[in-house]
């Protein structure tokens, strides 16, 4: 009978979504699943009438799928919801949300958008065992789970990582109940490469997290073992702090703060399926030993584990870092639920005894004197003890016997076809593709203080591990060293990232959120990035509140998120300086003043670091006043210095800003004459002086970002049918189709569409908007609308298409 | 349904504001099917539809020839169906009409009712060889208005629509095949005036203007990265010479200010200059304006100040329209109808693209000329300084040595600090018609018409373009001042970067809110 109803209901459906538009699809899975729940003839009935009304609706809409009349029953939703109308389906607009369409006794739908929607999630009847402990929360339940059991949160960070740690934290500082999943609770935090944070563009990062209230730049700060500023010649836009931490060390900082972490509760499990609800919504997971756990957000974090393998030589092994299992069946389930995964590989070095190493052969790098801090909270700053790098190069041996085995390694051999990092290239790489050079620099970094591992930097290999050790002796400085992990290279799924929304979350599943490595990057600094805003997105999405989005030109961490939903990302993703057009704007100085205030509007910045922010900006800003009205006469003492440093001679009573305009005159120089101010902490000096050198530049950058916003911040509607526009090149038009760009800038950065493309959406947008405003303009003229369209559904609809 | 209908009400309304409404809406509830077409259509203007227009000029201009041109997928099955081509093959099979991309062929165009409407030859040009990139067809019929109304009207009733102005070129701009620099030059093309801006105009359509533009984008996009590059991996590659970067920055900075020299020129092309005529009183301007515009405009005589007011001829030098100002001789006077000719003439000199002044040679250089001189020359250039003009073009003065038929000797002595203002000495005499050609000569050289048609660049800059050439060269100069300065390798991409941005304005790889606006502006679409 069921199977009767289905087919006859399936090929009414085809017939007249057919009349209205081929593009209407519909799941018979779905469909089956409703028929099999109660669904009577009158039901149908009214489903074909609603088909046949509102035409416009449909014309529009890429995918319809019904839900089971019985979940909207009047009953379960006391908030808003007229007793007379009755759910009946889910209507997905081009940008994939979901917006539910009601019947009323009279067959006339009524839609409920889907911004609307959220705000009118069901009230939970005292299920969750947390509810009393949330005053004042909304706790969301979903449909299809009454009568399982299950842990009930508000969200779930799958994944102990850098990304995972972020999330999670950020998510129960916000307030949400949150779970965190991991395969080993050993293993939160671990650095499986280089112990190291920061660095070019990096560094930034790290900043960007700590302005917003993450954690990874204080851990950081705590656990160093060397810190330099990297690039110090090349500007203040690209200095870069970078410390090399004691993994162990950072490791269990980090679990100490995830453990004391209030609402934050942590779990090994190994999750092996996402739980998705009636409305193309995420409800939660399931572990592999069958145990589900549900929250209306779910953030992944799988890192390298998804169907890891590593591979040392020509022998593999199924795991997500050397000595760990990988996750199974994670992305089988998510290419089920539609979503589109590929494959990516990268690696690590060997690690050698540091007690068999000779340093008298080894140049050493030590730290810098004068110690910066990532983090903007003084409360996180404790000095340490500086432990030294060394410096060696490769020989004319090492590149003979790399040569010599080249067909050894996975990629010149041929059998791991998954794309490395370009930006960080194995040993081999950089000897095939810079042929010239006659050696490169190689570096020797301790991975703690407490351990005997030498990282050997720059020397990561695919080559078989009875190659590795030779290869390693062939290093100055090495030549009776002893091995004491083998490099490996390690394969692991990702999901392409533009299936993501700039909030992280998925576009195909509501509160389901990916995050890290997952979306093809590589670096701990970029996965504490994305999880950082992915557990604050998480947050408000199980809150039932605003998404927040960083503006590409807002942030690094906006830049990459805005990268990674825009471009087709085949080979892991590496945060660069240059990947960000304005970062004069973008310093590591001002992190804090563009990003805190944002911090604190969420929730994760307390009272305490509030204070601290706001009396730092107005020291700040004092002293730009001061320097500004202070003048100095060529009679005093600081002119000559001035004049010295600057080869320019001062001739005029001047402001003591303009004389820090000068090349080479620093703030360091008034402070030698007593013109600082002592008030000030070097960071802060710091600030002045950039701020005031190169106010020209900035102004200048300034302006160009004014103008690139002006442009560029034209939005393109949600439910733009590109393969509408002819004009467009046919590869422009699937890009986009694909990517769904939100404005014009992150159009021109979509792969494949280029600057005559993005003219003629330019010209498409502009006709559309005239004609709709001639539109608006003559039916406002109408005196008597034609009496057909009197029809309340109809009327709404056109408002909501617009 | 109701929906579709006030939508096309809508659209009845904007496109042809006087048509009867009621008349109208009862088509369109009848739903007469051509009409909703051929006017509801406009709504998805930049999706594909078929659009018509006569392309030869009606009205009183007739040409024994007029071609009706037809652009868009349905080109090719709406002239199937009232072409019958002459060669057999076809007519006999009965088949559609498959005609051969860039063939003439000759045949005859028949209606409905299978009556024959003309003889026409048809030039198929199948996309994307076309000017538009769709499929264009040209059908060429007898000349007048009737035949060509009623092909006209066939095309229209087999379902193309008509054109809006400047659609065509619309459509290649849309389709690519011309950038915005090129579609702008179409209409200058087909309103020049002269052939030199016929010829300028050409030069851009044909890309000589984007490809110089592009190619300096790219050279500054490649130095970009290369900056960028160092920054993010300073240890992989080559270190950057200062030198070399510098060289490069000066070699773009020439190219720049290149292509700004024919800003000039451009906008002299399309407006045309003015050349004021100024000196003392009886040095013989009038017989100059006379003789160089062969007319007796001006009147003439011994009497010192006959000229009182500003007296115009219009001329055509090195191809410009040019438009002589004839002036009172500017001398102390008591009288008040002089003084104010004075006052006019002062005027006309400031106002001026090229100053000609006239001495006498029999007088030498006096002080009367002197002084006008300085009170002239000294206001000009304080208004240049200012920033007045542009381009920073400072007025070229030519110096006209009249009279030298009654001289002794063929140029006169001039003071050396006057000497150096001047850019060209003529010696004339003015009613004898001797050294008009040199006059010339020098004119067409100082606007820079003569060394741009010599080095092969013919196309010249518009003021939209010429404003962000001045962008970019200010950009890069900046850069230069940076590097001089010693600051650091992240400081140079910031200039570089605008320099970039105002370059990719010019060619539209850049898009920006004023190429969107100019657009629109030209082809008034979706008005």
Redesign the interface.
Known sequence: MHHLLHNTLYSFFLFFSLDIDSSVQIDPLSLSLSLSLSLSLSHIRSYMAMLLQPR?LFAHSRRLRFIPPCCFSPSRSPCAFPASLRAFCVWRDARNRSHHVFLDDNHRPTVIPFARRIGLRFQESGRNRRAKNLSGRRLVSTFATDGLHGERYDVIVVGGGHSGCEAALASARMGASTLLLTLNLDRIAWQPCNPAVGG??KSQLVHEVDALGGEMGKITDRCYLQKRVL?R??????WALRAQTDKREYATEMKKVVESTKNLYIREAMVSEVLVGNNDNVEGVRSFFGVNFYAPSVVLTTGTFMNGRIWVGRASLSAGRAGESASQGLTENLRSLGFETGRLKTGTPARVDVRTVDFSKLERQPGDEEVKWFSFDPEAHISREQMCCYLTRTTPETHELIKQNLHETPTYGGWVEATGPR?CPSIEDKIVR?KDKESH?IFLEPEGRTVPELYVQGFSTGLPERLQLALLQTLPGLEKCAMLRPAYAVEYDYLLAHQCNRTLMTKKLEGLFFSGQINGTTGYEEAAAQGLLAGINAAKFSDAKDLVALERESSFVGTLVDDLVTKDIREPYRM???RS?H??LLRSDNADSRLTPLGRTVGLIDDRRWKLFQEKQSRISSEKQRLRTTRISSSDAIAADVAQASEQSITDVVPLAILLKR?HVHYSLLDCHGLGNPELSLEEKECVEIDLK?EG?II??QN?LE?MI??QHRPIPDDLDYY????L?MEAREKLSKIRPIN?GQA?RVGGVN??D???L???L??QR??RK??TI??AS?AN?????D?MA?QQT?AFMK | MAIRHVLHQAEVHRMRPNFPRNLKLTKLVCGSSKEERAIGVWSTSTSYDTIVAIATPMGNQQGSIAIVRISGPLAVAVVAKYFNSSKKSTSQRQNRWKPKSHFVELGTIVDDAGLIVDEVLVVPMLAPRSYTKEDVIEIQCHGGDVCVRRILHLCLEGGARLAQPGEFTLRAFLNGRMDLSQAESVAQLITAKSIVAAEAALAALQGGLSSFVQAMRKDCLELLAEMDAHLDFEDDIPPLETADVIERINSLCFRVQDSLKTSNRGRLLQSGMQIAIVGRPNVGKSSLLNAWSQSHRAIVTDIAGTTRDIVEAEVVVGGIPVKLLDTAGIRETDNVVEQMGVQRSEAAALGADVVVMVISACDGWTTGDHHIFHKIFSVKNSECAAGVSVTNFTTPWVLVQNKIDQAAEALVPIPDDVKTHFSKFVPTCAIKGIGLHDLEAAVVELVGLGKACSDGRQWAVNQRQAEQLLRARDALERLKESIKQDLPIDFWTIDLREAVIALGQISGDDVSEEVLSNIFSRFCIGK
């Not at chain 1, 609308?785 to 369209?789: A, D, L, R, V």
Request: glycine share 2%.
């Open positions: 416009i070019p563009a690039n010649s090349k500007g203040p836009a690209v930006y810079f620099q660069l300086t240059s057009e970062r004069l090349p190169y530049f200048r950058q160009q103008q002006h442009r509408s526009i002819k004009t090149s014009i021109t600057p005559a993005i003219n003629a330019l010209i498409y502009e006709v005239r004609q001639d539109r003559f039916e109408m609308p034609p009496e057909e369209s029809n109809e056109i």
